[in-house]
């Protein structure tokens, strides 16, 4: 396996270790948590949509990280391995 796909892998399940704990705490709620990941998939679409050498493919690719950590803020990570997660975000993208 590509190094790079398991220090994404790593930073993935850090983070939406980080976003759960900010979950629990009370610093901030679910809907929060969605909502900015919904504005910077957004923010990414449009700034990456003038780009003519992007393919689907590749969008697909560089939003990956974020609708990881939307699936996995909606689906209780700390039961869900990466893979099961990952399948998630394959499933939701057809």
Request: hydrophobic share 50%; aromatic share 4%; proline share 3%.
């Amino acid at each position: 396996m590509n190094t790079a796909n398991l220090q994404l892998e790593g930073l993935l399940v850090a983070t939406s270790s980080i976003l759960e704990l900010l979950r629990r705490k009370g610093l901030l709620n679910e809907q929060e948590i969605l909502d900015a990941l919904h504005a910077a998939e957004a923010n990414l679409e449009d700034r990456l949509a003038d780009s003519p050498e992007l393919r689907s493919a590749h969008m697909d690719a560089v939003k990956f990280p974020i609708r990881f950590l939307l699936a996995a803020t909606n689906a209780a990570p700390e039961q869900l391995s990466f893979s099961q997660i990952t399948a998630l975000v394959g499933e939701a993208k057809r």
